[in-house]
């Protein structure tokens, strides 16, 4: 076989001028098979002949209209010399050749016709859809706004990857040819087209991960105190019920296991392949593994990012082979894979022990924490579905096992432990959807450059926690600070219903218990409708189980805790009975405290009356159970809740803010910020219109000014020294006469020093009202943020900002006002008159479609953002330009 690193480092060396790297991305298919999508090039004409020649007949027939052999030296000229401009096209490699093209021709400045071509043996696998999307995508950044074709009417599955794409496809037949035309921007059903796509494709792509039907272990060893001979007796023992090979040249059997020299000599088709062997050697085999056509690959060995620099780029190399060649790749540095299904039964790991089956799926990154997690789950009689981990996290990670937990029956919640995240974006949204439906737990203790573990490259936010907690928030994330508050999360999310409501009821056996229970209750924002119930420590347990059951029958209650202590161990069998006996009669969530009390788990279980297996979550002290199910009924409440529609502002223009961008940095390559008449029609692009300020230099000037914007009128300072000194008069407002401003502009003008850089500007006053901050900042790890705060010492001294990720639905907007603690003011604090809320939340849907739109915002600031009865106004704005990075989650499907 060819070797196709070599290939791929060729290729790097004939990059034509002009070729965007950034188009590139490797992509799961609709089979689960990885595919490279990237720019054509002239090198291609050697692949695209051979391409070429293996079409069928009617293939070439429905992409030329004509009987084409072979295609002209002009063609294949024409064909792979582009301008990646007017003239686009991508390839779908896989194992070194080409399997898709996709490409369009700009028409007219605002429309492309586009055209594909899909290898026979590729057909149904997606390709052209991937195309589609990643065509349209970069069309629109190029000021495309429609796709026009022509296709043969018997080119059924052509016409279907238009129609199915969801957007308005209009269709005219004319001379026997079906002509097609469709606008690109997203649309909510081509939006939700391609998420739906997104998550089969990759949920499907770790189906050959988690539930591989063989597997073979490269590296198993004789040595019994090998990491291979591990990997191996794990598979073995735990019962793995599909086929097993073992890889060792120096043996023909393992464990009972036929042995073989390497892959290629396995006899039967290989799923996942087992990567155990030194870091040096493993290129090769992964080599192999393509040879094979194995489909996944599992790499426990380690050596790689983790170590160091070379590491790190031989990890590269093989993750591009890898995918290159159709494969997945866990890990490197991977601890293993556990599916605890019956009817698989697969311990992929070197996990010593495993805890029994059940329905919470878990993820971790490094080796260490994937032991203490699963040895916590194990202790307290969590059972799980699915345990990963990722390792360095090279290729699969965190979002990929939630695309697959989305589907997955046997998975009814899912905690995560993250030491760090690669693609917050994408996060979020599958995030989002698994949230809809299963709880999402996560432990972290946020992610910042000193406490990465070795090996995860990712990019550092510059904008703080505050993000992070919001990210997790609008996704619906139940986040905790450790992994014991995580389990107690699981305990109750795996055991119990969801509350329907806030309302508590405790039942204690102690006077001290129960206060103890009900401040813990009050501080965590529960409200308690039932008690607290306090029998005496001298309550017999059927006592207790009468006071639960009231409590449980309570119409006023929607979750139950319970404290108990006893010193007599005769009683603790009753005690369980009780809980789990009213649990099961009420379908409450019931919490248990039992202290000094001997737990057996089983006492605790029952089966719901949904047929899901069910127990009672017993905590050590009560403040835990509180802080439980405090969080769980937050997330309950999130779940309940409709979440809005994606903001779609009318009156904006992405392309006219798009042209001014490009001129401003192609006058400042390095970008520069924008002066105020630059902002404004920036932003008026966006329908957001900036209240003119106008210098003044002498108060004659100012007088002038005043009669000009008519009275009253604010004189303020721009000096950056002043503009936030509240004990400076740098600002003077509500000026009505001829002698109010030109006293006001000798106040302000003795404030500023002799050169200093700033002036004085005039500006129509406002109504009175709530002055606001809304800001858009481009950040390197998570991408646009929005922020919000109430303008003055709420923003500037309290840091009381509230912060989302785009895009936004009405409800995020919503939630982003509420989020800061000073949003009462814009209610009508103390008998104000509430604030205009509608102009308010359309001027930050506008903000966050700009900044979504345009990663070359680095920075805007609408501040102040004047709101009162009538409306809001922006007073001042300030943005600066940089060169748009490359975002990790863009319109353009991609694995990483």
């Known amino acids: 076989m060819r070797d196709i690193l070599s290939v791929m480092t060729a290729e790097v060396e004939e990059l034509p001028p002009g070729y965007p790297t950034a188009w590139e991305a490797d992509v799961a298919l609709r089979d689960g098979s990885v595919a490279h999508v990237r720019p054509i090039k002239p090198s291609d004409i050697p692949l695209i002949e051979d391409f070429h020649s293996k079409q069928s007949d009617e293939s ?94 018997q080119n059924r599955k052509m016409l279907s990857v238009f129609s199915e794409a969801g957007y308005v496809v209009s269709r005219r037949f004319e001379d026997g040819v079906v002509s097609v035309s469709f606008d690109i921007a997203d649309t909510e059903k081509s939006v939700a087209v391609r998420t739906a796509r997104e998550h089969r494709a990759e949920a499907k792509s770790m189906a050959t991960i988690l539930t591989p039907t063989s597997i073979a272990v490269i590296g198993a060893s004789t040595d019994p105190s090998s990491m291979g001979q591990h990997v191996l007796r794990n598979l073995i023992d735990f019962g793995y019920t599909g086929t097993v090979a073992a890889v060792n040249a120096k043996a023909t059997e393992i464990l ?37 056509g194995v489909r996944s690959l599992l790499i426990i060995s380690s050596g790689f990012a983790e170590s160091g620099p070379e590491g790190a780029a031989l990890q590269g190399e093989i993750v591009r082979f890898a995918h290159s060649s159709g494969m997945r790749v866990v890990g490197p540095n991977s601890f293993g894979v556990v599916n605890l299904d019956p009817e698989l039964q697969l311990n992929a790991s070197i996990a010593p022990r495993l805890p029994d089956g059940g329905g919470l799926g878990l993820f971790a990154q490094s080796g260490a924490l994937g032991v203490a997690i699963l040895d916590s789950a194990a202790r307290r009689g969590l059972g799980i579905s699915v345990f990963a981990s ?3 996290r090279a290729d699969v990670s965190g979002n990929d096992f939630m695309h697959y937990w989305i589907d997955d029956e046997n998975t009814r919640a899912v905690g995560l432990y993250l030491e760090s995240m690669g693609n917050p974006r994408k996060f979020t949204r599958i995030a989002r959807q698994l949230a809809a439906q299963k709880p999402v737990i996560v432990a972290t203790s946020g992610f ?37 508050q995580l389990f107690d999360i699981a305990q109750l999310v795996c055991g119990q219903p969801l509350p329907a409501g806030p309302r508590v009821a405790i039942v204690a056996n102690s006077d001290a218990l129960a206060a103890l229970t009900a401040q813990a209750v009050t501080a965590w924002d529960l409200t308690i409708t039932h008690g607290p119930v ?7 347990p059927e006592g207790f189980r009468s006071a639960l059951d009231a409590a449980a029958a309570d119409p006023e209650v929607d979750s139950v805790i319970a404290v108990f202590i006893t010193p007599l161990a005769a009683v603790d069998e009753e005690i369980a009975e009780a809980l789990r006996d009213v649990a099961h009669a009420h379908g409450k969530p019931v919490l248990g405290s039992l202290m000094g009390m001997r737990r057996d788990a089983e006492d605790l279980r029952y089966t719901g ?61 390095q970008g520069r910020r924008l002066s105020n008449d630059e902002a404004a029609t920036l932003l008026g692009a966006y329908g957001i219109t900036v209240w003119p300020t106008v210098p003044v230099h002498s108060a004659d000037e100012a ?5 000009e914007i008519g009275y009253p009128v604010v004189l303020k300072t721009t000096a950056a020294r002043l503009r936030h000194q509240r004990s400076v008069t740098s600002i003077r407002i509500d000026l009505g006469s001829e002698t109010e401003v030109r006293s006001a502009y000798e106040s302000v003008s003795e404030q500023l020093l002799p050169g200093e850089e700033g002036s004085i500007v005039m500006q129509r006053m406002a109504n009175p009202g709530v002055a606001c901050v809304v800001q858009s900042t481009e950040d390197p790890l998570f991408g646009p943020v929005v922020s919000f705060s109430i303008a003055g010492p709420p923003t ?59 990663p070359e915002i680095a920075s805007l600031v609408l501040n102040p953002v004047q709101t009162h009865p009538g409306g809001a106004e922006v007073l001042g704005a300030e943005i600066r330009l940089a060169p748009g990075q490359q975002r990790q989650d863009s319109a353009r499907r991609s694995l990483s």
């Open 60 to 153: 070439i027939y429905f992409r030329f209209f004509a009987p084409l052999k072979r295609l002209s030296p002009r063609d294949l000229h024409r064909f792979t010399h582009i301008d990646y401009h007017d003239r686009v096209a991508l390839v779908a490699v896989v194992r070194g050749g080409i399997v898709g093209i996709g490409r369009y021709d700009r028409v007219s400045p605002t429309s492309a016709e586009v055209a594909f071509n899909i290898s026979d043996h590729f057909q149904g696998r997606g390709i052209g859809s991937v195309m589609l999307e990643h065509l349209a995508a970069i069309a629109q950044e190029e000021g495309i706004t429609k796709f026009v074709a022509e296709v043969l009417p």
């Open 256 to 292: 009972g296991v036929p042995s073989y020299p390497t892959i290629v000599d396995v006899p039967e088709d290989v799923e996942l392949a087992i990567i155990v062997v030194p870091a040096a050697n493993v290129r090769s085999v992964v080599e192999q593994c393509a040879d094979k």
């Open 390 to 392: 990722a390792g360095n």
């Open 448 to 484: 910042t450059a000193h406490g990465l573990p070795p090996g995860h490259q990712v990019r550092e936010s510059t904008m703080g926690q505050g993000v992070l907690r919001s990210l997790f928030r609008q996704a619906g994330v139940i986040r905790t600070e450790n992994t014991h």
């Open 534 to 540: 306090a029998l005496g420590n001298d309550a017999t």
């Open 609 to 669: 009356s949904d047929g899901t297996p069910r127990a009672v979550p017993i905590y050590s002290m009560p403040e835990d159970a509180v802080r439980a199910l405090a969080m769980v009924t937050r997330y309950a409440n999130w779940r309940s809740q409709e979440h809005g529609e994606l903001v779609a502002p009318v009156g904006t223009s992405k392309r006219t803010a798009q042209e001014f961008i490009d001129a401003v940095l192609a006058e400042a390559p």
């Open 703 to 707: 007088v002038q000014t005043a009669a």
């Open 796 to 854: 500037e001294l309290l840091d009381d900002i509230g912060h989302r990720v785009p895009p936004l639905t009405t409800k995020d907007v919503s939630e982003l006002i509420d989020s800061v603690k000073a949003a009462p003011l814009l209610s009508g604090y103390r008998g104000a008159e509430p604030v205009h809320r509608p102009a308010l939340e359309d001027l930050i849907a506008r903000v966050s479609v700009l900044g979504e739109d345009h």
